[in-house]
């Protein structure tokens, strides 16, 4: 009876994800249309872009461009359920950096230089943003003495009573991994910017939508991340999701891009010492949540 419980929730992430991550960027679009005094798009424009782009016509500049954001898509997808079926935190981060590593090597294949400076930019991206991903695993172990995300869903408080750094540093995350202004730079997602369309600069058709796709797990993935803050209580940590959300599209439309230096930096004094202040504080405190 287990083993077919997790069947189904698997099933019900597999078929959920991609819908709740279509309606966010649908969201996405239409709030960012209406704060730059536009009408926007209607709200299920994302997976009429994504229909689209499987109707066309698969052109490919050479044949492993495309299994690179297949691999992509798979590890988003296994991120995605490791998180929901509580498990390791060091494994899903792993996991998770593996997807965006696949992605890279994807643009770099395609030898086009947009896409290989979109792609030498994201690799930057990873450097900005993965010490905070590991700090974070590492405040759960010091709070739970362990890597297990059951112990985060089973804790007697919300982690975030005690992390308030490190959630902060996770808010800039969210910013970095959603490609939101002012980091908005290896994928180009506005037409004004230099890249054209950044490390995704060469794919069309089905292999762009599967990318799409992708993305669309990953919206759900993001939020899960800073729904675990206070995943003791559900609904208090859906709505925490879902603010941190709201907040990465105010931020993207209120900021200007920067150029990566910017943003190394910001992550490598700012948020890394904010983080390792926390992760002093739980050590010294001796604080735990179990």
Not at 26 to 32: P, Q, S, V
Not at 185 to 211: D, F, I, N, R
Request: hydrophobic share 55%; charged share 10%; aromatic share 12%.
């Amino acid at each position: 009876m287990v083993a077919m419980n997790d069947v189904l929730l698997a099933v019900l992430v597999l078929i959920g994800a991609p819908i709740i991550g279509c309606l966010a960027s649908g969201i996405d679009r239409k709030i960012t249309a209406r704060l730059q005094g536009r009408v926007g798009p209607p709200l299920l424009q994302p997976y009429y872009d994504v229909k689209k782009l499987l109707s066309k016509d698969n052109m490919i500049v050479n044949g492993s461009q495309n299994f690179y954001v297949v691999v992509y898509l798979i590890f988003i997808v296994l991120s995605l359920l490791m998180l929901v079926f509580k498990a390791d935190m060091l494994m899903i981060i792993f996991v998770y950096t593996v997807a965006s590593v696949a992605l890279i090597v994807g643009g770099m294949s395609t030898g086009s230089p947009y896409a290989r400076a979109g792609s030498s930019r994201e690799i930057m991206a990873i450097l900005s943003y993965e010490p905070v991903l590991i700090l974070y695993a590492l405040a759960i172990y010091l709070l739970t003495g362990t890597f297990k995300l059951s112990a985060v869903v089973e804790a007697s408080s919300p982690i975030l009573i005690y992390t308030p750094l490190i959630f902060i540093a996770m808010i800039v995350v969210l910013n970095i991994k959603l490609k939101k202004s002012p980091f908005d730079y290896s994928t180009s997602h506005h037409a004004h910017q230099e890249l054209v369309k950044g490390m995704l600069t060469e794919y069309s058709g089905p292999g762009l939508a599967t990318v799409e796709i992708a993305h669309f797990y990953e919206y759900v993935f993001l939020t899960g991340l800073i729904f675990l803050f206070w995943a003791s209580t559900p609904i208090i940590g859906v709505l925490l999701g879902i603010i941190a959300f709201l907040l990465v599209i105010v931020v993207d439309n209120i900021t200007a891009r920067v150029y990566w230096q910017w943003m190394l930096k910001l992550s490598w004094t700012f948020l890394l010492v904010i983080s390792l202040v926390n992760i002093a504080y739980l050590y010294v405190s001796g604080v735990k949540v179990v």
